[in-house]
């Protein structure tokens, strides 16, 4: 449903009518995320800079109109669907890289930059930016701090939001906020900065982030090991877990991803595994070196049939290929895919592998399941389809009964995903009532009508449920 056409005139003043879409026929891609459901903006605006945004957002917010903030629309639980009527967003032209400073090791980026952008310049200046989510050509820098995603280095180097520094908020009535600083240490007044992050554009616009980078280690090398046994293969990264050789990244997949991932792109992993374990290490080339020797070892030695080790200098990218397309992989064989997304204490991470298997079984539902083994994320993919109510009745069971088995391990309920329109039912089974009172009120503090992305936690204002999202199954051939 269109908005207003009085309130759409007075956008196209700001942006210009190459920059605002209300046609069906040309909004209609802006309802989709790479979660399975699908909404109708009212409009789409493309915003090229921070005073369109200011002024945007101050006029649609007088008005009452629902906004919800988009870069990419890779976001996998609907963190960037609109409410009816509303408007998105979109800030995927606000792509530059303003700054890199090397000494302070910081960059200073637009919120629709891509992460792929700046993790490659910051290499040819022989720094990292860590923060590594799959498919990260796609993935924007808004996406991953309106998420705090993570990705595999997590494991060493933390989430999205142990890197960001500072950031620009545009706020309801088109003020600009500027959070945090330029240095690795503030505690000037209350960390805001760690507040925003996470809150998945309900707070207000990130444009503009000062993000922290890490020196580019002199060397790495990665380890694959493979397994006859998917709970074999979990237990192998407790044991490597136990040896202290501090990977940077330590991951699983198990056999429905392996089919999958050799099926789409023929990585050459054995037939015959049944799961697999990934590690890297960073480090001088000695140390790399003989920790990889050391891993490799440990990973064997707990049942592992087929290894291979890459030596320093050498690349390993037909190595993690296996891991970073395994979603895409997926994605190819089953009408609806449901990315899940929770975290358990790691030393639960493979009884929750089992009970997750043991899960799907009782529902009778087919999945896959990777996960970032090192720091307890699991992601179970729900292989069905949605426009068999049986299959979608299946999987709804199938996501809560995973839900409530993390918190039982003293987990969370998202790690990296997000909320979005997915989970927000589920969020009163992890926070008590006090702290979901007091999010209200945080909420209320920066957004007292509640439009920003309303249709998520914390939902503070007069808009759809979650569950009035229409779910779509999406062909795939």
């Known amino acids: 449903m269109p908005i207003d056409p009085h309130i759409a005139a007075s956008v196209r003043d700001i942006v210009g009518a190459e ?7 040309e909004t209609q891609s802006y309802g989709f995320n790479s979660y399975p459901a699908f909404t109708e903006p009212g409009a789409v605006v493309m915003l090229r800079d921070v005073e369109q945004v200011q002024r945007v957002v101050a006029m649609l917010y007088d008005r009452d109109v629902p906004m919800v903030i988009r870069g990419s629309g890779t976001n996998v639980c609907g963190s960037a669907l609109t409410a009816k009527g509303g408007v998105v967003l979109s800030l995927e032209r606000m792509t530059r890289i303003l700054e890199l400073d090397t000494v302070s090791r910081f960059a200073v980026v637009e919120a629709g930059a891509s992460v792929d952008q700046l993790q490659k310049l910051a290499i040819e200046n022989g720094l990292l930016f860590t923060p590594n989510p799959g498919n990260v050509a796609a993935v924007t820098v808004g996406g991953i701090i309106g998420c705090n995603s993570s990705g595999d280095l997590a494991l060493s180097y933390g989430t999205t939001r142990d890197f960001v520094l500072g950031l620009d908020l545009v706020i309801h009535d088109g003020s600009l906020i500027r959070l945090g600083a330029r240095c690795r240490k503030d505690v000037t007044g209350y960390d805001l900065v760690r507040l925003v992050v996470g809150s998945e554009g309900t707070l207000g616009v990130v444009t503009q982030a000062t993000l922290k980078l890490v020196d580019k280690p002199e060397a790495e090398t990665s380890v694959l090991v493979g397994y006859d046994e998917e709970q074999v293969g979990a237990e192998a990264c ?3 877990l136990e040896e202290r050789l501090s990977p940077v990244a330590l991951e699983f997949m198990d056999n429905q991803t392996l089919r999958a991932v050799e099926a789409a792109f023929k990585i050459g992993i054995p037939d015959r595994a049944k799961a697999v374990v990934l590690a890297r290490f960073f480090g001088t080339r000695e140390a790399t070196a003989a920790a990889a020797r050391r891993a490799e070892a440990v990973l064997v030695r707990a ?10 200098g050498e690349s390993a990218e037909h190595l993690w290929r296996a891991r970073h397309w395994a979603y895409p992989a997926l994605a190819r064989i089953c009408p609806t895919l449901y990315g899940e997304d929770i975290r358990v204490p790691v030393r639960h991470f493979p009884a929750a592998l089992r009970r997750i298997y043991e ?7 087919h999945i896959a399941c990777f996960a970032h083994a090192g720091d307890g994320q699991l992601h179970p993919l729900l292989l069905t389809d949605d426009s068999d109510p049986v299959q ?3 999987a709804d069971r199938f996501v809560e009964g995973v839900i409530d088995m993390a918190l039982e391990y003293g987990g969370s309920i998202t790690g990296e995903h997000g909320i979005g329109v997915h989970k927000s039912r589920y969020v009163k089974r992890q926070l008590d009532t006090p702290a979901l009172e007091l999010t209200a009120r945080v ?11 309303p249709m998520i936690f914390p939902n503070v204002g007069p808009v759809p449920e979650p569950q009035n999202v229409r779910r779509l199954a999406v062909y795939t051939l």
Do not use: M, Q
């Open 238 to 240: 407790l044991a490597l």
């Open 19 to 25: 920059n605002f879409l209300d046609h069906p026929a």
């Open 359 to 365: 899960i799907a079984a009782e529902v009778g539902i």
């Open 392 to 394: 979608k009745e299946r």
């Open 303 to 312: 049942g592992g049939f087929y290894s291979t080790t890459t030596a320093p």
């Open 443 to 453: 909420k209320k503090a920066f957004d007292p009508k509640g439009l920003f992305n």
